[in-house]
């Protein structure tokens, strides 16, 4: 996981929605403001935060396996 664990813009504690966040919207097909809802994220900064997260871990390792 590479989400940052704080907002940038209010300083809110992230991190620990992330894995409901993604179960619900990846597997579950949920609708992501549906979510976003029931995880209490409310405000629009934090919400950027969920919607804008790209993981690029696992680029990142194969590109030093080459």
């Given at each position: 996981m590479m989400m940052?664990?704080?907002c940038f813009t209010c300083g809110a504690v992230l991190a620990d929605k992330w894995e409901e966040?993604?179960?619900r919207t990846v597997k579950e097909k949920e609708d992501p403001a549906k979510v976003l809802d029931d995880l209490g994220v409310k405000?629009?900064?934090c919400r950027r935060m969920f919607i804008s997260n790209v993981e690029l871990i696992d680029e990142f390792?194969?590109?030093n396996k080459k």
């Amino acid at each position: 996981m590479m989400m940052p664990v704080r907002c940038f813009t209010c300083g809110a504690v992230l991190a620990d929605k992330w894995e409901e966040y993604e179960k619900r919207t990846v597997k579950e097909k949920e609708d992501p403001a549906k979510v976003l809802d029931d995880l209490g994220v409310k405000r629009y900064c934090c919400r950027r935060m969920f919607i804008s997260n790209v993981e690029l871990i696992d680029e990142f390792i194969t590109i030093n396996k080459k």
